[in-house]
């Protein structure tokens, strides 16, 4: 597609619940980013890839938080055991490998309730 | 270590006016890119322009503009006759020498009332 593209727009899960967001990137885009937005904040970094190579995972809040990108494609976002303070938009982004200032292309974005 | 400001928590403006939006930033690096993003109710980032740490020449886009000052380690974005589709929560962004990820701040809520 023309845009990095999020599913679902929306998940609700109950505490404890396992949630999985899918991220599909700009076409010929091998960078790869998650963010987490808190409601009134601004996007904190989670992770990073390039290709299918996770290269930072600094972001990541807890090691309840998992990322992948088997393909050099399709990413996924995976919590277990969801928590309320989990509640956030997550985005995802895309961008050119290997060049500084270029652009990171953002997805609409996960809106997660933990309930 | 690396850090946007924008004070600017919300704005309101009334239709036709101009806007500006602050933002300041620290760094030790002496290369580095600096970024607007626009964040409209339907939740999306979108890109806005993008600024060298070499180049502080001022760049306009027709009723927006930006004003990079070194001197001052900010980045200012400047809205002229601003109209109500302006309406948005507006993000400046870092990214460092060796980084690949964008260092946000806070964002500024505009509200441009009709």
């Known amino acids: 597609g023309a845009g990095v593209s999020q599913s679902p727009r929306y998940k609700v899960a109950k505490r404890g619940q396992d949630v999985a967001l899918r991220c599909d990137p700009i076409s010929g885009h091998v960078s790869l980013f998650w963010y987490q937005q808190a409601l009134g904040q601004g996007p904190e970094f989670l992770t990073y890839?390039?290709?299918?190579?996770?290269?930072?995972k600094s972001g990541l809040p807890s090691d309840r938080f998992f990322a992948e990108r088997p393909e050099g494609s399709v990413s996924t976002l995976k919590i277990q055991r969801t928590q309320q303070e989990d509640s956030a938009v997550y985005l995802c982004?895309?961008?050119?490998?290997?060049?500084?200032?270029?652009?990171?292309?953002f997805g609409n974005g996960t809106r997660l309730t933990v309930t | 270590a690396q850090k946007v400001t924008q004070a600017q928590t919300e704005i309101s403006v009334v239709e036709k006016e101009d806007v500006t939006l602050d933002c300041v930033y620290e760094t030790r690096d002496t290369t580095y890119y600096l970024f607007w993003y626009k964040q409209p109710p339907s939740g999306e980032l979108v890109f806005l322009i993008r600024?060298?740490?070499?180049?502080?020449q001022n760049e306009i886009s027709g009723r927006y503009s930006w004003n990079f000052q070194k001197s001052t380690s900010s980045f200012n974005f400047t809205i002229t006759a601003s109209q109500v589709v302006d309406s948005a929560v507006y993000f400046c962004a870092f990214r460092g020498t060796g980084a690949n990820n964008l260092f946000f701040g806070t964002g500024t809520r505009l509200t441009v009332i009709p």
């Open positions: 982004a895309s961008s050119l490998a290997g060049v500084r200032n270029s652009p990171l292309h």
């Open positions: 890839f390039q290709n299918e190579a996770q290269l930072d």
């Open positions: 600024r060298n740490s070499f180049d502080e």
